[in-house]
């Protein structure tokens, strides 16, 4: 057997702030195969974005990674050198980020943003870069893209702005592609058509993709499989087809009664009870256990991965199976 | 963008109009030319006839339009101290003062910038500290002694540099200009250093605190997520996204830098502008004074002008807004 | 007494925790101290004529006159004690830039708010003068306005509020305008308490720590002006030295090599300067919200 694509094992990532350290990643471990789409998912704050950005290299000052492993084709990138990181940055592993107002440099021209990238890794001339530009931006679907380069972010609607990035993204190739809830920001109509074009491009490229999202909806239609993050871990893990179908985990199945499109009409909606726990101050064992239905004493204590065919889950009392929806 | 610039070089005419009455009132408010032209034994005769050649027994108001009739054809009037046409008077000063400011404002930008943005950059580094202490010093020092500071210990002390003048000068389209020579570029870098410091202070503040607010951007984020080294961030992506209020600095400097050549001039003795205003206002001559007033309006406005012009060219979402 | 909740006494607490700043504060109480009380600290009056002898003077630090003397920082060149001219220096100084600063602040608080308050056109044409000056340099207003008036304590005092009364007026406006069109001020123009009432008690306290702000670095640099405008020789007569003026008149003496007479007076008006804008700073970073989190 060879080694998976990636693989993150006890990944921690922490801020000091004046009040404390926060935990924003606290032992996240996942395997990423070859040309598999990876949902992660979670709410705002559980630090499915950090975890992101730690695959790369590029958490925020004065975060940093404290522990764990980040092995991408077998070698750990945690620890590695900016310049080796660099070289791995948008070659190997690319992101797009989740407001393309704000990614793309306002003041310089599409081609020139273009140009930086594949500069960035290649030394090719103006003109080969510019068809290569020119390609890929036919590619992720910018119409009349030879005229388009020389034009300016502001040129660009939201959605067509978000394609330029995620052209970027793509000029070499990558292995991996992490896409940080790149549709959140677009018109729900935009949405839709960016999702099924990634998932096209994921797939005609043979690109392994993390795609990071709140939304458990879009996730679903994406992913291969899931990984479900709240408060800094991950506590459930599985195929995207099984997780949904039988969620072992009271958080994963608090998110799933909460989807509109699980209510019936008339129906009111269902909504976990609590808010999430501030990263600064974790409850001692789990930390969902405050907003569970099912937590007892025994949640006091951390729960432990539970392993179970090619799903995981951390609880003490896992749901058996899926209640009447 | 025509009507851009149309409506600026109409705003821009309103200014200098405005300017020109200020000033020619103003001017005309200090002191007595009377007294410094003519000796006090001069006779009733020689004192109506001084007085009648320079005008002075007008009303105020024709004074001011005979001024402004003249002024619209470059003409100033003569000099009473030197004698001499005004505006040729202020065009043989001028290349002085230009080459000096400009030397001074070129420099600090060179070097501030580049401080600023690396102070910005690794803005916890202990040489990060070292530039932000310079720049405070920078600040509050007053720059005429800052000038005597230098002039004690380069030229006096150590002797590697002239304490002022202009040195030796050569010609280029027929003006004398002091950094065309070894020995007047020798003479220009104390009074240039010292121009120089405040701008120099400035540069390294604005860059900072620009490059310290860029950096936590999505836009940078993704430029390094694209693998750009950290070279290619800042030179590229950061310096392109401070530049806009660095040259609206820049520009303003430029003219400020043109006033308090007045001080660094005086110290110096670097025969320009500065040094001729001092020299008017303390023999109350007029023409002069209100000569030099107006060139100074005329250059803020023609700076203001191209800033706003180099912002267009810089953003490209105001070039469409404005086109 | 100041509570310590009360919102000097966090102030203050809070000031207390930057070391360079409450060193600095230090500073310039003490030169403050020593500005008052210069006639009693002073080893020598340097205006009374009748103390100068010339045979001392343009003597280097440390020289002991014929009246057995002692002049720590030398004589200057009518044989004044330095270390006495400088300490009247500072007095004069820091007068002047607490006036000016003082005037500014109130001239410019006063055309702000009420530029902000009236609206319209007055408020337009205000604004846009305001702005056209803050375009031009404060040295060169001051510079040709000491000019005109000549010289003379009160004349230069008028220059320096001119140059500096247009940032405080920028300032106040700013605040008042943003306070104006907030609901609870529209609320309360239109119930009967009177219009002064409103300004006096609802926008003005929001405008100050903007302005206090501004004033600490106009108090600076006003004190700079005023030296900067009476070594070249516009600002106050010679009868009443200020820092700037004993800088000039040592000037003379530097290539000869006699320094201390120039390099000492900058030296005080330096630490006067640096002391002020590190206070300054600190104030700023307190009063800012915008650097809090």
């Known amino acids: ?325 | 963008m025509l009507g851009f610039i149309i409506q600026r070089l109409w705003q821009a005419g309103i200014v200098i109009l405005a300017m020109s009455v200020l000033v020619f009132c103003g001017v005309f408010a200090v002191g007595n030319p009377i007294d410094v032209l003519i000796s006090p034994d001069a006779t009733q005769d020689i004192r109506a006839q001084v007085i009648a050649q320079y005008g002075l027994d007008q009303p105020l108001w024709r004074q001011y339009f005979t001024f402004f009739g003249r002024m619209l054809h470059g003409d100033f009037g003569q000099s009473f101290v030197y004698n001499m046409p005004v505006t040729q008077l202020i065009l043989s000063r001028l290349p002085a003062t230009l080459e000096l400011v400009l030397f001074a404002v070129v420099g600090a930008s060179l070097i501030g910038i580049p401080l600023g943005m690396y102070a910005g950059y690794r803005h916890e580094s202990p040489a990060a500290k070292i530039i932000m202490g310079l720049s405070i010093l920078g600040f509050s020092v007053p720059s005429f002694w800052i000038g005597l500071v230098l002039i004690m210990t380069f030229a006096v002390q150590l002797g590697w540099l002239p304490a002022g003048g202009r040195g030796e000068t050569a010609s280029l389209f027929g003006i004398q200009w002091s950094f065309l020579t070894g020995d007047g570029l020798k003479h220009m870098l104390l009074p240039a250093i010292n121009l120089a410091l405040f701008k120099f202070a400035m540069m390294i503040r604005l860059a900072r605190a620009g490059t310290r607010e860029i950096m936590l951007t999505d836009t940078i984020k993704f430029a390094r997520a694209a693998g750009l080294s950290e070279g290619t961030v800042l030179v590229r992506h950061v310096l392109r996204l401070i530049a806009i209020p660095l040259v609206t600095i820049f520009g303003l400097e430029l003219g400020s830098t043109l006033a308090f050549a007045v001080v660094t001039e005086t110290i110096f003795s670097w025969p320009g502008l500065g040094k001729l205003i001092i020299d008017s206002i303390t023999s109350l001559d007029r023409p002069v004074m209100v000569a030099y007033l107006m060139l100074v309006a005329l250059l803020f406005v023609l700076i203001n002008f191209f800033v706003d012009l180099t912002y267009a060219l810089l953003d490209p979402r105001l070039r469409r807004a404005r086109a | 007494m100041i509570s310590k909740n009360s919102f000097l006494g966090r102030f203050f607490q809070e000031f207390a925790r930057n070391r360079t700043a409450t060193l600095a504060a230090l500073v310039v109480l003490v030169i403050a101290v020593l500005a008052i009380f210069a006639p009693l600290v002073a080893p020598q009056d340097p205006y009374d004529l009748a103390n100068l002898v010339l045979r001392d003077a343009r003597r280097p630090p440390g020289y002991v006159g014929t009246t057995g003397m002692l002049h720590v920082l030398g004589t200057d060149s009518q044989g004044r004690d330095l270390l006495s001219a400088i300490l009247y220096g500072l007095r004069i100084s820091l007068q002047m830039g607490l006036l000016a600063g003082t005037i500014a602040f109130s001239v410019g608080a006063v055309v702000g708010t009420s530029a902000a308050y009236l609206g319209g056109r007055f408020e337009a044409i205000i604004m846009r003068v305001i702005d056209l000056q803050l375009s031009f340099p404060a040295i060169l207003l001051a510079f040709v306005i000491a000019a005109m008036l000549g010289q003379g304590a009160w004349q230069l005092i008028m220059a320096l509020v001119f140059a500096q009364y247009a940032y405080f007026a920028r300032t106040a406006h700013g605040a008042a305008s943003a306070e104006r069109h907030k609901d609870y001020v529209e609320a309360a123009l239109s119930t009967p308490l009177s219009a002064r009432r409103v300004v006096l008690r609802h926008i003005l306290p929001n405008s100050l720590p903007p302005l206090i702000v501004v004033a600490t670095v106009q108090v600076a640099s006003a004190i700079a002006l005023e030296a900067t405008l009476s070594f070249l020789g516009v600002g106050l007569p010679p009868t009443e030295p200020s820092l700037g003026m004993l800088i000039a008149n040592g000037f003379q003496y530097l290539l000869s090599g006699r320094y201390w007479i120039s390099i000492y007076p900058g030296v005080a008006l330096i630490i006067l300067i640096v002391s002020i804008n590190l206070v300054g700073d600190q104030v700023r970073d307190q009063l800012n919200p915008r650097l809090k989190r």
């Open chain 1, 1 to 325: 057997m060879t080694a998976p694509l990636l693989e993150v094992s006890g990944l921690k990532t922490q801020f000091p702030t004046a009040s404390g350290v926060a935990k924003a990643v606290d032992g996240v471990s996942f395997r990423l195969e070859r040309g598999e789409v990876l949902g992660l998912v979670g709410e705002s704050g559980s630090g499915k974005s950090v975890t992101g950005f730690s695959l790369i290299g590029l958490v925020d000052e004065p975060g940093r990674i404290v522990e764990g492993s980040v092995r991408y084709e077998g070698r750990d990138l945690v620890g590695l050198p900016t310049s080796d990181l660099r070289r791995i940055r948008g070659k190997e592993i690319a992101m797009v980020f989740q407001d393309p107002m704000m990614t793309l440099n306002p003041l310089l021209s599409i081609a020139t943003q273009m140009r930086l990238a594949i500069a960035a890794h290649e030394r090719v001339s103006k003109a080969a870069a510019r068809a290569r530009s020119v390609a890929v931006l036919a590619r992720v679907g910018i119409p009349a893209p030879e005229s388009r380069l020389d034009a300016y972010p502001h040129q660009f609607s939201g959605g067509m702005r978000q394609r330029v990035a995620i052209a970027i993204a793509l000029l070499h190739r990558p292995k991996i592609i992490i896409a940080d809830e790149p549709t959140t920001a677009l018109d729900v109509s935009i949405q839709a058509q960016i999702l099924t074009e990634m998932k096209m491009l994921v797939d005609e490229i043979g690109m392994a993709m993390i795609w990071i999202s709140h939304d458990l909806a879009t996730v679903s239609s994406i992913a291969d499989r899931i990984a479900v993050m709240y408060a800094g871990r991950i506590v459930e893990s599985g195929p995207v087809g099984a997780v949904l179908r039988d969620p072992r985990h009271p958080y994963t199945q608090g998110l799933l009664d909460s989807l509109p499109s699980r209510t019936r009409p008339g129906e009111e909606l269902r909504q976990i009870p609590g808010t999430t726990p501030s990263l600064l101050n974790l409850p001692q064992g789990c930390a969902f256990a405050p907003r569970c239905p099912r937590a007892d004493d025994l949640c006091k204590a951390v729960p432990v991965e539970s392993v179970a065919m090619d799903r995981t889950y951390r609880c003490h009392h896992p749901e058996t199976q899926r209640s009447a929806a």
